[in-house]
């Protein structure tokens, strides 16, 4: 986190949530025991320094531990009004050697309306370490609210956490969890994405939201009955089939976060110990929805076995050369542990902000207040995903989950259905509806109209050269006469070996204005390649530019395009009379070769 929050300031890795509180909240009792919470877990009185470009950490309780307080109460709305200010608080940039990295603020809505805000950066906490802080701090205030003693401090001090690392990473288990991760991600191909590009994160996450309806949390429940499985493990699945079809993909991978406290010290502590790792899955057609069921248990019962081991390691060991926290596939973030906050006679639940940098999108799980409602959430790059694809993204997964719970367990994932009606009929039948007259033409055909329409229009522009129509016109129609000497005409094959430039883009159409077809021949290919193709081929002759350096065999017959005297032919457009046949739609306009990769090219 450190590392990634120098390659771009301008995007903090912050983490960012807030509790929505009804009732009567004494704003400095709050202060003292956010402060004394933040002393007992360390990470709230965090900074960092570098030493030799080297970060190190210091608890320093002399930081300023003000809560903040905002009144909204004269806003036309104040709701939004706090949103919009958290929103902006959290994304702004952060200069992590000089600013504070966890903050905290009391917005007040109405006179019994309050959402107690937090932004935690990532380098110092991470989410189950923010939700404990938070646990605490309210136990604390609510037990001084009772005239109660609250329980004992059981946190440990930042050096033991850091200890138990050095220790873990000293061990055999750590070499144990490297082997293990090795043989997991061995011959994953490409990324698991929705996006046709990467970009980098952005400062504030675009966060689509819904809670499960009644009926759908009902056929889960059933479904989670019937094949004896967990709600995580029904949501994981439901995820990797959705992606499977939207990707075409059967090896899909997941990225997971865990918590990475795998003792009871790292579990009442803070710092920042939480982790990434990759969930594969083989989603292949005959895949049945209990089968999937069966390989995503065992894949997070791998995962939480080795969830210790860095996923900076596990890309490292991979061969990736990211020094970001580039993760392996959009995440499924199971976060049950959020549960209800009580401040006195005060219950307010979670509400997610943000949960750090999005380099992709991913799927948030989370319970509401006394887990009343199920909430599924994405939260989406949008450098990567625009406002509506990423809300239609969303939308499309929470009707096509209502789908896969409604399955029976021996159903194969492949044949629900991932698309409603509306869309079905929109990307089927509206999509294809591409039916529209067009007049039957040649390739020729439009190069004409659009010479002879605006000869003086720029038609080609090289290395600060430009070409008009009237002039490439001239140019085409005087070599196409002279190739028509040569006997060029349909159906004959010519070759094209000319680097980018005018000259190039002359013959081809001259080629095309003779009658004939032009065979591409990279200048630049191997002298076996372009001996293969010009005994396949057998051209009547190859294009050349005299400006170009092309090794040909020996005995080629070439015409050098830029050579070639046309002052005495005639520059209008040919005539099929002047061809050696009529030109035809059917004719051959080009023969190009393959690569060759898995055999000889063939054209």
């Given amino acids: 986190m450190w590392f990634a929050q120098h390659v771009d300031p301008s995007v903090p890795a912050n983490i960012a949530q807030y509790i929505e509180l009804h ?83 009391v917005l007040r809505l109405e006179d019994d309306v309050w959402f107690w805000y937090e932004r935690v950066h990532h380098v110092v906490l991470d989410g189950f370490g923010a939700v404990t802080f938070m646990n605490r701090a309210a136990e ?25 690392d050095v220790a873990y990473r000293d061990s055999t288990r750590f070499e144990a969890d490297r082997e293990y991760w090795a043989s997991r991600i061995d011959g994953i191909d490409g990324v698991t994405t929705l996006a046709g590009h990467t970009a980098p994160p952005a400062a504030k996450s675009q966060i689509d939201s819904t809670a499960l309806s009644t009926e759908t949390m009902e056929r889960l429940e059933a479904l989670r009955a ?33 918590t990475a406290r795998t003792t009871a010290v790292l579990r009442r502590s803070g710092g920042m110990v939480s982790n990434v790792v990759p969930l594969r899955l083989d989603v292949s057609g005959d895949t049945t929805v209990e089968t999937l069921f069966a390989r995503v248990n ?57 949960t750090g940098l999005i380099e992709d999108f991913g799927l948030n799980l989370y319970t509401s207040v006394a887990g009343s409602t199920t909430h599924i959430d994405f939260e989406s790059n949008p450098n990567l995903y625009g406002p509506e694809q990423a809300g239609r993204n969303h939308e499309r997964f929470v009707d096509f989950f209502a789908r896969f719970v409604a399955s029976g367990p021996k159903d194969a994932v492949w044949d629900l259905a ?4 509306l869309e079905r009929e929109q990307v089927v039948d509206r999509w294809n509806d ?27 522009v090289y290395e600060g050269e430009a070409l008009t129509y009237g002039d490439l016109s001239a140019r085409v129609n005087g070599l196409a006469r002279h190739l028509i000497d040569m006997g060029v005409g349909p159906e004959t094959l010519v070759g094209l070996s000319i680097r980018r430039s005018f000259d190039l883009v002359v013959g081809m159409y001259a080629i095309v204005a003779a009658g004939g077809a032009w065979v591409p021949i990279d200048p630049d290919h191997p002298a076996d390649r372009t001996a293969y193709i010009l005994d396949s081929a057998q051209p009547r002759c190859v294009l050349i530019s005299s400006r170009d350096e092309v ?4 005995g080629t017959e070439t015409v050098a395009v830029d050579l070639v005297d046309c002052a005495a ?9 002047e061809r050696t046949a009529p030109l035809r739609l059917s004719n051959t306009a080009y023969v190009i070769y393959t690569s060759g990769s898995t055999g000889r090219p063939k054209g």
């Avoid at 604390?140 to 138990?164: C, F, M, R």
């Avoid at 991932?418 to 009606?421: A, E, N, Q």
């Avoid at 090794?551 to 020996?554: D, G």
Wanted: charged residues 25%; hydrophobic residues 45%.
């Fill in 298 to 354: 065992a894949e997070v019962s791998g995962a939480l076995r080795h969830q210790r081991y860095r996923h900076e390691d596990i890309r490292r060991d991979a061969g990736s050369a990211s020094g970001q926290a580039s993760f392996f596939g959009p995440w499924v973030n199971i976060m049950l542990f959020f549960g209800e906050v009580r401040l006195g006679s005060m219950v307010g639940g979670i509400n997610i902000l943000s």
């Fill in 23 to 105: 009732g009567d909240l004494d704003v400095e009792l709050l202060r003292r025991a956010s402060s004394q919470a933040a002393l007992e877990l360390q990470s709230g009185f965090v900074r960092i320094v570098e030493v030799d470009a080297e970060p190190r950490q210091i608890v320093d309780p002399t930081l300023d531990d003000s809560l903040n307080y905002l009144d909204l109460r004269g806003e036309a709305d104040p709701r939004a009004a706090a949103l919009a200010w958290m929103h902006g608080d959290y994304s702004a940039p952060i200069d992590i050697l000089r600013d504070r990295l966890i903050a905290a603020t």
């Fill in 418 to 421: 991932l698309t409603d009606g």
């Fill in 569 to 577: 032919r005639s520059t209008a457009p040919v005539r099929d009379v």
């Fill in 140 to 164: 604390l205030y609510t037990a001084a609210v009772e005239g109660t003693e609250p329980s004992k401090n059981l946190a440990s001090d930042l050096t033991k956490v850091y200890d138990i």
């Fill in 434 to 460: 591409t039916e529209h007259e067009t007049e039957p033409r040649t390739l020729l055909s439009a190069f004409e109209a659009a010479a002879a329409a605006n000869p003086d229009a720029t038609a080609l």
């Fill in 551 to 554: 090794a040909l065999p020996e």
């Fill in 226 to 258: 019937e094949t004896d499985t967990t709600m995580a493990t029904i949501v994981i699945a439901g995820f990797a089939a959705y992606l499977a079809q939207m990707t075409g993909r059967e090896d899909v991978v997941l990225s997971l976060p865990v």
